[in-house]
T-cell receptor, first 113, second 116 residues
Framework: GNSVTQMEGPVTLSEEAFLTINCTYTATGYPSLFWYVQYPGEGLQLLLKATKADDKGSNKGFEATYRKETTSFHLEKGSVQVSDSAVYFCALTNSGGYQKVTFGTGTKLQVIP | DARVTQTPRHKVTEMGQEVTMRCQPILGHNTVFWYRQTMMQGLELLAYFRNRAPLDDSGMPKDRFSAEMPDATLATLKIQPSEPRDSAVYFC??????????????FGPGTRLTVL
């Protein structure tokens, strides 16, 4: 079956530091890949996505590249801000037919001034 | 700015009571998901509807949980009787799939349930 593995948190960074949150996946076929973000007290919201190999998703300074050869979709940001403090979820879904979204366990990011 | 709405936002109840949570998906969306989030288990899918028909409720304890979509603008998740282990944040999400597969899900703010 499908699975998503994320690096464990929490991750604590100083403001303006470089961020990487690792995500690897196991899936059949050609999944679509997502990063969702959950701010305190809120629901998840889509941060970025990529639907095929070598695609790069980007939003709000965050980027992730769909690497089929390494089955990875690592999240990066060049300079984090305090407002980026949240929980980040990597997720995937297969195209074709009914497919559930498979979420990772989430990685908590704390950015300190 | 279309959003998924959920009511109530917070619910405190006693063990054995019935709890009903409601969700209004984004207008035009045809898929609805119910999730439960806890510190221990993370995010768990409870039920999934497409075009108001239940497609997957394998994640839901059948003896006490039920999920329905009486119409396209309302999804409900009911727990009867509730137990302390049901304490969690329950999220509803909606999306649109034109035919096959799923794409982006839009989450509501959640219902925080505490069962004493």
């Amino acid at each position: 079956g499908n699975s998503v593995t994320q690096m464990e948190g929490p991750v604590t960074l100083s403001e303006e530091a470089f961020l990487t949150i690792n995500c690897t996946y196991t899936a059949t076929g050609y999944p679509s890949l997502f990063w969702y973000v959950q701010y305190p007290g809120e629901g998840l919201q889509l941060l970025l996505k990529a639907t095929k190999a070598d695609d790069k998703g980007s939003n709000k300074g965050f980027e992730a590249t769909y690497r089929k050869e390494t089955t990875s979709f690592h999240l990066e940001k060049g300079s984090v801000q305090v407002s980026d403090s949240a929980v980040y979820f990597c997720a995937l879904t297969n195209s074709g037919g009914y497919q559930k979204v498979t979420f990772g366990t989430g990685t908590k990011l704390q950015v300190i001034p | 700015d279309a959003r998924v709405t959920q009511t109530p936002r917070h619910k405190v109840t006693e063990m054995g009571q019935e709890v009903t949570m409601r969700c209004q998906p984004i207008l035009g969306h045809n898929t609805v998901f119910w999730y439960r989030q806890t510190m221990m288990q993370g995010l768990e899918l409870l039920a999934y509807f497409r075009n108001r028909a239940p497609l997957d409720d394998s994640g839901m304890p059948k003896d006490r949980f039920s999920a329905e979509m009486p119409d396209a603008t309302l999804a409900t998740l009911k727990i009867q009787p509730s137990e302390p282990r049901d304490s969690a944040v329950y999220f509803c999400a909606s999306g649109y799939t034109p035919g096959q597969g799923t794409d982006t899900q839009y989450f509501g703010p959640g219902t925080r349930l505490t069962v004493l």
